[in-house]
């Protein structure tokens, strides 16, 4: 503590003018509670000799002072009650001295610039916290201002729980994190330097806890009681009811302000998990409506029961897919969504899956070859998707228990509905219409790429690049464009061209180079003009002769190079061929094919990378990305009725998708097609698939992901175009769609108030989704409010489907209708300047309470 007052207090009284007949100044100072003994030796002013009295060296003292030291100063310290006269064997050197006194509470008070007397026994009350010097220091810091004994109690509180701020928020948070612990040291502190009963009485005080059994779990019962009683659409359980507050709004926003904290709401994470089950929280959720619970988010276990009737509903086949969707949304700004990300977002492909089933019927109708590749390509792929997006989420769950039953349903949904129902009418029709000639009348064929696509660049003189992904099959480059199209500046389309067949990587890969003749050697190599197609050398031998200013790269090497190296291998290149393989080389073995879903996402990333680098570092501005093939994956096992036998001799090449031979094969469950198609008239020619989906029967591993044959999912390849906007300088032409505060008045008059918001447009193409955090301030930035999470990312063109009603809470406290309070608008995804908009209030509230509720 700093003693530098009382120091001067004592230089002073050595300094005063002897009396007449004295010689120096002896000062005794009797310190009866030991308040300054551990001060002491700062304490003696310069040129002052120090001794410490006791109650065995009086004979000592008196000794040094009048016979071995008659000069100096003295200043003798006693941390003692000062003896009686008659036994003061110093009385007599005490009459002719002076005595010094003071009490440290008076000390602490005149060092802090306390001059209210009344709060001298506050002071005094805690004069055990003040006793130590870091303690002291600690409460400086907070620099309070117009002391009060409510400021004093909340310091001290706030220095024993080590907080940096003075608040009792605060506090509460932090004794709430040391109950997680075996032994509260916080409360331990308060108990033994500070005032247990005035934490009560504050916390009775703001947020109306009066329990006559009071202790920390308690009370973290009551808040979490007091907030579910909040969003809850039920009545309360009875044995319930002594825990919701009589001051619920504070209590609301103490909660809020804890949950939604970066740090403290992990805290409040274990604090929920350890008492959830104290309240038996599920038997009454049981019991309760779905929909009356659709905000709750105090415990982990409203997320438990909503995925469990999702579930349960979706196996039931109960059908309300928008109502399911709904749901899903408005979990999304609850607590502990993303501790079930996965889950729901596991759920919400199911959903997306069955409710395309629901649209289409229970029977894939027969159309003609045309029809049916267009429904794919509008509508089926969607199936596809959901399949995907569905095991994407699944695999990435470490509790997979909840969703093992849904599970066999999307798989038997998928399997035995969506693949084998249409890949058996896809055949029917490919068999009448495609069997002489593969070519779909009016489809951009894959062997046809360079020239649909490439060459009008390469005539222009312009440069263009070309990225080659195996295995990226239609749905997966519809989800790619679609993120392309929203995170890059210029414009993005997708095409879907007819592919070869035999869907696999060597013609493919083939068919995307320029061609004027493609033929099959004996070695069954693909050869391009005179050039076999094998290997990336090979394939930029065949783009050199269509310009000679061209390239073909493999992104794994590229990826690697530097801003400079990039630019020395592209430099004066015109024709730029990228092949990257991350799809197929999960799926093609059999240790890892289950990961093909996850490849995939992988994929993404890996081409928005190497599309921000050729934009960056070469200013790319004509990107073309597209594929070898598609492919069919089911996550079940794969059983004899799956396969299909074969019977074939000198066979090119056999695989499980597809036989090439010199001969036309007639075998029982096949589809015997020529390869006059991209071969030449009179190649010789044929490849055999199997009818649906099935495998032919080889040896080895490896079964469930396949391609090759003739199914839309293989088949159909897409191309995605993007035009990367010189024109914009670097910025990006995308916005986040538009929110605003459809209220008209700006008064509050009640605790509780209403707000609604409105999206003015719809998330579409270049206008994205927006997340906003909500709350109130008053003029310094104090959070007065609960906070409410906006997702604002509707694609409905109907006004109701972008309205948002949000529900605020204002904490109860004096409120001036003379002052500025805001309401602030702020973007969770921004960095830097995330203040989305800051509305000016009045709150004009007659009287703070609880009214409202």
Request: proline residues 1%; charged residues 30%.
């Given at each position: 503590?700093?003693?530098?007052?009382?120091k001067?207090?004592?230089?002073?009284?050595?300094?005063k003018?002897l009396?007449?007949?004295?010689?120096?100044?002896?000062?005794?100072?009797?310190?009866?509670?030991?308040?300054?003994a551990e001060?002491?030796?700062?304490?003696?002013?310069?040129?002052?000799r120090?001794?410490?009295?006791?109650?065995?060296?009086?004979?000592?003292?008196?000794?040094?002072i009048?016979k071995?030291?008659?000069?100096?100063?003295?200043?003798i310290?006693?941390?003692m009650?000062?003896?009686?006269?008659?036994?003061?064997?110093?009385?007599?050197?005490?009459?002719?001295?002076?005595?010094?006194?003071?009490?440290?509470?008076?000390?602490?008070m005149?060092?802090?610039?306390?001059?209210?007397?009344?709060?001298?026994?506050?002071?005094?009350?805690?004069?055990?916290?003040?006793?130590?010097?870091?303690?002291?220091?600690?409460?400086?810091?907070?620099?309070?201002?117009?002391?009060?004994?409510?400021?004093?109690d909340?310091?001290?509180?706030?220095?024993?729980?080590?907080?940096?701020?003075?608040?009792?928020?605060?506090?509460?948070?932090?004794?709430?994190?040391?109950?997680?612990?075996?032994n509260?040291?916080y409360?331990?502190?308060?108990?033994?330097f500070?005032?247990?009963?005035?934490f009560?009485?504050?916390?009775?005080?703001?947020?109306?806890?009066?329990?006559?059994?009071?202790?920390?779990?308690?009370l973290?019962?009551?808040?979490?009681?007091t907030?579910?009683?909040?969003?809850?659409?039920?009545a309360?359980?009875?044995t319930?009811?002594?825990?919701?507050?009589?001051?619920?709004?504070?209590?609301?926003?103490?909660?809020?302000?804890?949950?939604?904290?970066?740090?403290?709401?992990?805290?409040?994470?274990?604090?929920?998990?350890?008492?959830?089950?104290?309240?038996?929280?599920?038997?009454?959720?049981?019991?309760?409506?779905?929909?009356?619970?659709?905000?709750?988010?105090?415990?982990?276990?409203f997320?438990?029961?909503?995925?469990?009737?999702?579930?349960?509903?979706?196996?039931?086949?109960?059908?309300?897919?928008?109502?399911?969707?709904?749901?899903?949304s408005a979990?999304?700004?609850?607590?502990?969504?993303?501790?079930?990300?996965?889950?729901?977002e596991?759920?919400?492909?199911?959903v997306?899956?069955?409710?395309?089933k629901?649209?289409?019927?229970e029977?894939?109708?027969?159309?003609?070859v045309?029809?049916?590749?267009?429904?794919?390509?509008?509508?089926?792929?969607?199936?596809?998707?959901?399949?995907?997006?569905?095991?994407?989420?699944?695999?990435?769950?470490?509790?997979?228990?909840?969703?093992?039953?849904?599970?066999?349903k999307?798989?038997?949904?998928y399997?035995?509905?969506?693949?084998d129902?249409?890949s058996?009418?896809?055949?029917?029709?490919?068999?009448?219409e495609?069997?002489?000639n593969?070519?779909?009348?009016?489809?951009?064929?894959?062997?046809?790429?360079?020239?649909?696509?490439?060459?009008?660049?390469?005539?222009?003189?312009?440069?263009?690049?070309?990225?080659?992904?195996?295995?990226?099959?239609?749905?997966?480059?519809?989800?790619?464009?679609?993120?392309?199209?929203?995170?890059?500046?210029?414009?993005?389309?997708?095409?879907?061209?007819?592919?070869?067949?035999?869907?696999?990587?060597?013609?493919?890969?083939?068919?995307?180079?320029?061609?004027?003749?493609?033929?099959?050697?004996d070695?069954?190599?693909?050869?391009?003009?005179?050039?076999?197609?094998?290997?990336?050398d090979n394939?930029?031998?065949?783009?050199?002769?269509?310009?000679?200013?061209?390239?073909?790269?493999?992104?794994?090497d590229l990826?690697?190079m530097?801003?400079?190296?990039?630019?020395?291998?592209?430099?004066?290149?015109?024709?730029?061929?990228?092949?990257?393989?991350?799809?197929?080389?999960?799926?093609?073995?059999?240790?890892?094919?289950?990961?093909?879903?996850?490849?995939?996402d992988?994929?993404f990333?890996?081409?928005?990378?190497?599309?921000?680098?050729?934009?960056?570092?070469v200013?790319?501005s004509?990107?073309y990305?597209?594929?070898?093939?598609?492919f069919?994956?089911?996550?079940?096992l794969?059983?004899?009725?799956?396969?299909?036998?074969?019977?074939?001799?000198?066979?090119?090449?056999?695989?499980r998708?597809?036989?090439?031979?010199?001969?036309?094969q007639?075998?029982?469950?096949?589809?015997?097609?020529?390869?006059?198609?991209?071969?030449?008239?009179?190649?010789?020619?044929?490849?055999?698939?199997?009818?649906?989906?099935?495998?032919?029967?080889v040896?080895?591993?490896?079964?469930?992901f396949?391609?090759?044959?003739?199914?839309?999912?293989?088949?159909?390849v897409?191309?995605?175009?993007?035009?990367?906007?010189?024109?914009?300088?670097?910025?990006?032409?995308?916005?986040?769609?538009?929110?605003?505060?459809?209220?008209?008045?700006?008064?509050?008059?009640?605790?509780i108030?209403?707000?609604e918001?409105?999206?003015?447009?719809?998330?579409?193409?270049?206008?994205?989704?927006?997340r906003?955090?909500i709350?109130?301030?008053?003029e310094?930035?104090?959070?007065?409010?609960?906070?409410?999470?906006?997702?604002?990312?509707?694609?409905?063109?109907?006004?109701?489907?972008?309205?948002?009603?949000?529900?605020?809470?204002?904490k109860?406290?004096?409120?001036?209708?003379?002052k500025?309070?805001?309401?602030?608008?702020?973007?969770?995804?921004?960095?830097?300047?995330?203040?989305?908009?800051?509305?000016?209030?009045?709150?004009?509230?007659?009287?703070?309470?609880?009214?409202?509720?």
């Amino acid at each position: 503590m700093n003693l530098k007052e009382i120091k001067n207090v004592l230089t002073e009284t050595f300094n005063k003018e002897l009396d007449c007949g004295k010689k120096r100044h002896i000062v005794f100072w009797y310190d009866e509670e030991g308040e300054f003994a551990e001060d002491i030796d700062e304490l003696s002013p310069d040129n002052v000799r120090g001794l410490k009295l006791t109650e065995n060296n009086s004979y000592a003292i008196k000794y040094e002072i009048e016979k071995v030291d008659k000069v100096s100063h003295f200043l003798i310290y006693a941390n003692m009650q000062k003896p009686s006269p008659r036994e003061n064997y110093l009385l007599d050197i005490l009459k002719y001295s002076t005595e010094f006194s003071t009490d440290k509470t008076t000390a602490i008070m005149r060092e802090l610039g306390v001059k209210d007397d009344s709060l001298k026994g506050v002071f005094k009350r805690y004069l055990k916290f003040f006793n130590n010097k870091e303690r002291y220091a600690s409460f400086t810091k907070y620099e309070i201002e117009n002391y009060t004994e409510e400021k004093i109690d909340i310091a001290v509180l706030s220095v024993l729980c080590k907080l940096d701020v003075c608040d009792i928020e605060s506090v509460i948070k932090a004794l709430f994190a040391e109950e997680l612990k075996d032994n509260n040291k916080y409360l331990e502190a308060i108990e033994k330097f500070g005032d247990v009963k005035a934490f009560w009485r504050l916390v009775e005080k703001y947020y109306g806890f009066n329990l006559e059994d009071r202790n920390l779990e308690k009370l973290i019962l009551f808040f979490m009681v007091t907030n579910l009683s909040y969003t809850l659409d039920e009545a309360i359980p009875r044995t319930w009811g002594k825990y919701v507050s009589s001051k619920k709004s504070d209590c609301i926003v103490f909660m809020s302000h804890f949950m939604s904290h970066s740090v403290d709401s992990k805290i409040y994470d274990a604090l929920s998990n350890k008492f959830e089950d104290k309240l038996n929280i599920q038997l009454y959720i049981k019991e309760w409506d779905i929909d009356n619970y659709i905000k709750c988010d105090v415990f982990k276990a409203f997320d438990k029961a909503i995925i469990s009737k999702l579930v349960e509903q979706l196996l039931d086949d109960i059908g309300e897919y928008d109502k399911y969707t709904e749901i899903i949304s408005a979990r999304r700004t609850t607590h502990f969504f993303n501790d079930f990300a996965q889950k729901y977002e596991a759920i919400n492909a199911a959903v997306e899956l069955f409710k395309v089933k629901k649209n289409i019927g229970e029977f894939i109708r027969q159309y003609k070859v045309q029809e049916f590749f267009e429904k794919y390509t509008n509508e089926y792929y969607v199936i596809d998707k959901a399949y995907r997006r569905f095991y994407a989420a699944f695999d990435k769950l470490e509790d997979k228990e909840a969703l093992v039953e849904l599970r066999e349903k999307v798989e038997n949904t998928y399997v035995n509905w969506f693949v084998d129902e249409l890949s058996v009418k896809w055949s029917n029709a490919i068999s009448d219409e495609l069997q002489d000639n593969w070519n779909i009348p009016l489809i951009t064929q894959q062997k046809d790429f360079y020239n649909a696509f490439i060459k009008q660049h390469v005539i222009k003189g312009e440069r263009v690049f070309v990225v080659v992904s195996d295995a990226l099959r239609y749905e997966s480059a519809k989800e790619f464009s679609d993120i392309l199209n929203i995170e890059r500046k210029g414009f993005t389309e997708i095409y879907a061209m007819q592919g070869v067949i035999p869907s696999y990587t060597k013609l493919g890969m083939a068919s995307l180079l320029p061609n004027d003749k493609i033929q099959i050697d004996d070695k069954t190599e693909i050869i391009v003009d005179g050039i076999n197609s094998a290997g990336t050398d090979n394939r930029e031998k065949v783009l050199l002769k269509y310009s000679e200013n061209s390239v073909a790269i493999q992104y794994k090497d590229l990826i690697e190079m530097s801003r400079s190296e990039f630019r020395k291998t592209f430099n004066g290149k015109k024709l730029i061929y990228i092949y990257h393989n991350s799809i197929d080389a999960v799926g093609d073995h059999a240790a890892t094919e289950r990961e093909v879903f996850n490849a995939v996402d992988e994929t993404f990333k890996e081409l928005k990378t190497l599309i921000n680098d050729l934009i960056n570092n070469v200013s790319a501005s004509n990107i073309y990305i597209t594929s070898d093939h598609g492919f069919i994956y089911k996550r079940g096992l794969i059983t004899e009725s799956d396969k299909t036998s074969k019977n074939v001799e000198d066979a090119a090449v056999e695989k499980r998708r597809f036989i090439i031979s010199d001969k036309k094969q007639d075998m029982e469950g096949t589809i015997c097609f020529s390869m006059d198609y991209i071969l030449g008239k009179d190649s010789g020619k044929y490849v055999t698939v199997p009818r649906g989906s099935n495998r032919f029967k080889v040896q080895g591993e490896g079964a469930n992901f396949v391609h090759g044959g003739a199914t839309l999912q293989e088949i159909v390849v897409p191309v995605i175009k993007f035009k990367n906007d010189r024109s914009k300088n670097g910025k990006s032409d995308t916005k986040k769609v538009e929110v605003k505060l459809t209220n008209i008045s700006r008064k509050i008059t009640s605790v509780i108030t209403y707000l609604e918001f409105f999206q003015t447009e719809k998330v579409e193409d270049k206008k994205i989704p927006v997340r906003l955090k909500i709350y109130f301030t008053d003029e310094e930035g104090n959070r007065i409010s609960n906070e409410n999470i906006i997702i604002a990312d509707s694609k409905s063109t109907k006004p109701e489907d972008r309205s948002y009603k949000e529900k605020f809470t204002l904490k109860s406290m004096p409120y001036d209708k003379k002052k500025k309070y805001y309401l602030i608008m702020e973007d969770e995804e921004e960095a830097v300047e995330n203040i989305y908009e800051k509305i000016l209030f009045i709150i004009d509230i007659a009287i703070s309470d609880d009214f409202g509720f």
